[in-house]
Structure formats: structure tokens, C-alpha cells
């Protein structure tokens, strides 16, 4: 009987080891599928630790050797020396401005309509135009309006090569993400119309060092172009610009001027801003053409846009200088 006793327990004592080994086993096995899985998470963590969202975040890149790396090459050029490139018969088509003079660093200062990432938010849709718009035809845009030009071939080199480069910089961004940073920062908006007066005394204290008393900027003594952008006048960008447009202009200006400002750390207030974009956009610069076709749907027309027509009956002046309270 007592033998009987014992062996009943030994065979419990067994089957309680063998359900332990079980039970072990199975947990090792689920720590390691669920180690596994945690590595893997790193792994990728790890690999988009390269991604940026944050144009501040952007790292500067290197061209390689290649077709593509020696033509992205060719558009930061385009892009930083324009003054130098685009002639037709010997004569410079557009102004002497470079397209970094508003895309500052070549495009990859966050605020200051940066290209990065750039390429992935077209195709999209322009107002100005009332339709869905590709890059190439947005960057034309800017050759007729703030370079006072006219367009170049989609498909020609300089076109391909600026794109390529558009594309180089935005290499560590993703590509269904709009990345934070781009445009230009935000702007509380005086419930008032712009004093020019006060925007003439802030541009001689911040401004008239750098683009002068008349605002004809300093040209580059050892190159092209200019040191410092005129900001009105025959040389500056055109009357059908986005600069040209005060909130435009004044929502640049806070996030990046005077030189050293940044979105984090602005110089100038929202009302200093708004003044002196109006002050420098009170001035006479180049007629853009047919202006009258732009915004084929005018309730699309933003509220700044200077010259008509407009869908309602506010004057021209208020679109211009304010206030935008309507």
C-alpha cells in the first residue's frame, strides 16, 4: 500500500516537471518571438533615424559622381547663381535676382519656402491658376513672377536639373508627409491697416543696411547678382509675384528677417512684419502682364491680392495694406 503511495507521487512529481518544462519552454519561445519582434522595431527604428520631419533638421547632402549627382550639381547652381545662367541671344531673360534670394540656403532653410521634401507635395492644387499644377510648371511660375522672365522648357536640362536637385535635398524625407517647415511662418494679424509710416522707420533701422536707402540691394562685388536683393525697383520681383502679396511677404520677412532671424528666433514682431512688407511693397516694381486672367475663380483670390478683379467690393487699397478683416 505505502509503495503504491509512492509511486502515485512520483508519477505526480513528474508530470508536474514535465508540465513546468513545457511551460518554460513555451515562455522562452514567446520571450524570444516577442525579442525578436522588438529587434525588428529597432532595426527599422533605427534605419528612420535618417528620416527628417523638420526641415531645421535637414543635413546637407553630397552629390555623387554620377549622372544624376553631376546634374542636381548643375541645378544648385541654377538655383544659387541664376544671374549667371539663362540668356537667349545674348540677353538676360528675367532680372539679376537667384532663386536662393527667397529660397535662402538653396532652398533648405526651414520658413523660407524650402524645397525640401518640396517634390513630393506636387502634383497640387494653385489658386492663381485654378488648377491642379505639376513642379515644373510651379517653378515656372517663379521665372515669370519673381524673376520677372518668362518660362523654360519642362523638359530641358536646366528644368531637369533643378528638379533633380529638389529631389537630392529631399532624399531623408518620407514621401506621404508634408513636412513641418515648409512655407512661411504663421502671422497674427493687426486687426488695422499697415502704417507705412512705421514700416519706413523699421526698414532704415533693420533693413537699409543691407538692401539700401532705396531699395536697390548691394550687388556681389566678386560675382553676378546681388549680395542683397533689391526689394523694389526694375531689378526686383514683379507686381504678379507672391512677395508682391503683403501677408506673403510679411510672413517671410518674420521668419527670416533681418539676417540671423530664424522661425525660433525672430527680430521682428508680427506688427513690425506686417509694416514694413507693406512699406516695401508700397513701391513701383515691374508690371506683370495679363494679371487680369490670374484666379480664373475669383472666390480663390486671397485677400492681399493687390490688383483686381475681386468677387467682392472691398477697394483695392484694403486688399493691399489692410485690414484683412473681411
Known sequence: MEYKKLTNYVKALGGIALLSLVLCVFLFLFAYQQGT???????????????????????????KDDNEGQLASYGEKLIKNTYDYF???GKKIGNNLACSNCHLNGGTKAFAAPYVGLHQVFPMYIGREDKIESLEERING????????????????????????????????RNDKRLEGQGFVKLELPDRAADLKQGQLIYTNKCLSCH????????NPNAGGYLYPPLWGPDSYNDGAGMARMLTAARFIKGNMPLGATYEEP?????????????????????????????????????????PPYSDHISAEQHKYGPFNF
Not at 515669370?144 to 522672365?149: A, D, L, Q, Y
Not at 518660362?151 to 536637385?165: P, V
Not at 507693406?278 to 508690371?287: G, V
Open 87 to 89: 540668356y537667349e541671344d
Open 212 to 219: 539700401g536707402e532705396h531699395g536697390q540691394g548691394q550687388k
Open 267 to 307: 527680430l521682428l514682431s508680427d506688427a513690425e512684419a506686417y509694416d514694413v512688407a507693406a512699406y516695401i511693397n508700397s513701391f513701383d516694381r515691374p508690371k506683370k502682364a495679363d494679371k487680369d486672367k490670374d484666379y480664373p475663380n475669383l472666390a480663390k483670390k486671397p485677400k492681399d491680392c493687390a490688383y
Open 142 to 173: 517663379c521665372f515669370e513672377r519673381s524673376m520677372n522672365g518668362r518660362a523654360i522648357a519642362e523638359n530641358g536640362k536646366e528644368m531637369r536639373a533643378i528638379i533633380t536637385y529638389i529631389k537630392q535635398v529631399s532624399a531623408r524625407t
Open 37 to 63: 519582434s522588438a529587434n525588428t522595431v529597432s532595426a527599422a527604428e533605427a534605419q528612420n533615424d535618417s528620416i527628417i520631419n523638420h526641415v531645421a533638421d535637414y543635413i546637407p547632402v553630397t552629390f
